[in-house]
């Protein structure tokens, strides 16, 4: 049983002792004590005081009485305000280690068939352009978010939703056929995604040079966009592949295709991957037909223009528009129709979107209206809303090819990483291929690490320099500590060193710390699965690396000659190179054995 299980327990059994109040130890769940005070775990006793009609620090001093009085773990305790601050005797320390090294899975959650199945969108990118920087922290976001979730004992299906149709993929298609002269990905030894992302940066110059010349020749600017004859023939393009066209379509099927290829490479050097892919083009006429249901049991209303559209001002909200007044569907009404795909092939019980913050007020709507149209989880559903990620010089924008490709910034980082690693003379006597498959983990571990260590919530800067560094709060520095205790445990191996019976070691104060933090990530997990935020596991590795730096600068290993003092701290090696490497997984960043 964990020291955490054995202070719940002792805590439901003392109120109920001293106030006739029944608390499950469940529901009781101890913190690690803040640093400026005394004690090792911390429970919150104002649930109590109403009950026991005694002010927080009289309940506070009762309940640690009664603890240092019946629970043989407990030390001593002290009370600051409602907040009963306990220390755990050193001796009980060595139980906590154990109950830790023997549970492989120690702070995992398995699920079963019972459990909650979770759906995750996340990417949902356009098939006119590769994946950038912006979508970068989406994917990533979303990958480690899945990956927490089943580490709560979920049952995750991640999903992934194409916009592959619309005017956006009409103007790539089009600048293409006016000026690729047939290029493909092989003739021009180019990713697909990369080179249909030229043609839509092409489309736009041309655009803007066509709305230039309109406007010297005396038109509003506001007239020249709708007077482009490229625009125009664009439109054209999307209303025959509306109707089917085979050209069109075949074109289409074509150039996508090369998207996907290319999509598919990034994604694999990622490391992330999905359950269930869906396409817009798929999804958008069963959208609506959804709306064309809700039109018929009052839940959407046509207008005289023949629109169709959903009042929502009972709700705080105001009117939305769902099919246009010639009957083509808006993001909306493809939303719904994935929605409704998507609760056909999985008995969802909660859906989490990952989309960035600028789309906040079209998940309200469409909770609403998923709810409306009588989805079980839509009311509830949850929209993992995160902040845009910039670089030091500004925003990006796609269409004047400004952003930061994902593959180009995935080079750049492995580049960095090398020279980086070898300036610092960690990767030496390593072959060449040893080299760039070390460079590749610690460059992405280090663009994955600061996208993730941020609250996902608030706008952030990528600043490719800061991640790369070897110290301080990033994916190298955890990385080179992982290698660094890999390393010592080899080397004890070597010396044939094995860990046996450290029962009777009193630990000291570094270990008692060390241990106190690997005891802590259990809670760590969970809480990062109740508030959709990768960020706590990733800090948490980052102060569980330094508390093992703190701990082998003042305690020697391999040359302690007491065999059980030895023995317990392999042990905490052991099982801190464990734990980083699961927390470290559950960002999606792998560590590597040796730097």
Same mark, same amino acid.
């Given at each position: 049983?964990?020291i ?18 029944d ?20 429970v919150v ?15 506070g001093?009762?309940?640690?009485q ?30 906590v280690?154990k ?12 699920a ?6 979770v ?24 990958h480690?978010l ?10 995750v ?13 009409c ?31 092409a ?15 005396g ?13 125009q023939?664009?439109?054209?393009m ?7 066209d ?5 074109l ?42 809700? =039109?018929?049991?009052?839940? !959407?209303?046509?207008? @005289?223009?023949?629109? %169709?559209? #959903? *009042?929502?001002?009972? &709700? ?21 129709g ?15 979107y ?9 998940f ?7 709810d ?18 910039? =670089?030091?010089?500004g925003? !990006?924008?796609?269409? @004047?090819?400004?952003? %930061?490709? #994902? *593959?180009d910034?995935? &080079? ?8 980086v690693?070898?300036?610092?003379g960690k ?7 040893e ?35 070897f ?7 955890i ?18 060193f094995?860990?046996?019976d450290?029962?009777a ?20 997990v ?30 020697s ?19 801190t190179a ?14 590597p054995?040796?730097m």
């Amino acid at each position: 049983m964990s020291i955490d299980n054995i202070i719940s327990q002792a805590v439901s059994h003392a109120v109920k002792d001293l106030y006739g109040i029944d608390t499950p130890a469940t529901d009781i769940v101890p913190q690690s004590t803040k640093k400026e005070f005394e004690g090792n775990l911390t429970v919150v006793v104002f649930p109590w005081v109403k009950a026991a009609r005694k002010a927080p620090e009289a309940v506070g001093q009762e309940i640690g009485q009664w603890l240092a009085e019946n629970e043989p773990a407990v030390e001593r305790f002290n009370v600051v305000k409602g907040f009963l601050n306990i220390v755990i005797k050193p001796t009980f320390w060595n139980a906590v280690l154990k109950h830790i090294a023997e549970d492989s899975n120690f702070g995992i959650k398995e699920a079963d068939e019972q459990s909650p199945l979770v759906m995750v969108e996340y990417s949902s990118p356009n098939t006119n352009k590769p994946l950038h920087l912006g979508h970068l922290r989406n994917i990533l976001l979303g990958h480690s978010l899945s990956e927490i979730l089943k580490a709560c004992g979920n049952r995750v299906v991640k999903t992934n939703i194409v916009n592959d149709r619309g005017i956006h993929i009409c103007k790539s298609m089009l600048a293409w056929l006016k000026w690729g002269n047939g290029a493909t990905p092989e003739s021009l030894g180019q990713k697909g995604d990369h080179l249909i992302g030229d043609y839509y940066v092409a489309f736009d110059k041309h655009y803007k040079a066509e709305v230039a010349e309109l406007i010297e020749q005396g038109m509003s600017k506001e007239d020249a966009e709708k007077a482009s004859p490229l625009l125009q023939e664009a439109r054209q393009m999307l209303v025959k592949w509306e109707n089917k066209d085979p050209e069109v379509r075949a074109l289409w099927e074509k150039m996508n295709s090369w998207v996907y290829d290319g999509f598919d490479v990034t994604y694999k050097r990622m490391g992330v991957d999905f359950d269930k892919i869906y396409y817009e083009s798929d999804t958008y006429l069963v959208g609506k037909d959804k709306v064309l249901e809700g =039109l018929d049991k009052g839940i !959407m209303y046509r207008k @005289e223009d023949g629109s %169709v559209w #959903a *009042d929502l001002t009972a &709700d705080g909200l105001d009117h939305k528009l769902l099919l246009r007044s010639d009957g083509t569907s808006v993001y909306m009404t493809q939303d719904i129709g994935t929605a409704a795909l998507r609760f056909r092939d999985y008995p969802i019980d909660k859906m989490i979107y990952v989309v960035g913050n600028e789309q906040n007020y079209h998940f309200q709507v469409l909770s609403l209206l998923l709810d409306k149209l009588g989805f079980r989880w839509g009311k509830d559903l949850v929209h993992f809303s995160y902040g845009m990620v910039e =670089l030091p010089e500004g925003k !990006m924008k796609s269409r @004047e090819g400004t952003v %930061v490709d #994902a *593959d180009d910034l995935m &080079d750049d980082m492995a580049r960095t990483a090398k020279e980086v690693s070898a300036s610092m003379g960690k990767l030496a006597d390593l072959s060449d291929d040893e080299l760039t498959e070390i460079a590749e983990t610690v460059g992405l571990g280090a663009l994955k690490y600061f996208l993730l260590k941020v609250d996902p919530r608030k706008n952030m800067t990528f600043n490719p320099k800061e991640s790369i560094d070897f110290n301080g709060n990033t994916g190298p520095f955890i990385q080179y500590t992982y290698a660094r205790i890999r390393s010592v445990l080899r080397k004890a191996q070597e010396s044939g060193f094995t860990i046996g019976d450290y029962s009777a070691v009193i630990p000291n104060e570094k270990e008692i710390a060390l241990i106190q933090r690997l005891n802590d990530f259990p809670y760590v997990v969970s809480e990062a699965g109740r508030t959709y935020s990768p960020a706590l596991i990733a800090n948490y590795a980052y102060d569980l690396v330094k508390e093992y730096n703190q701990f082998y600068h003042d305690c020697s290993i391999l040359r302690e000659t007491n065999e059980s003092v030895r023995s317990l701290r392999l042990a905490l090696s052991h099982v801190t190179a464990r734990t980083v490497r699961t927390a470290m997984s559950l960002l999606g960043i792998i560590v590597p054995e040796r730097m």
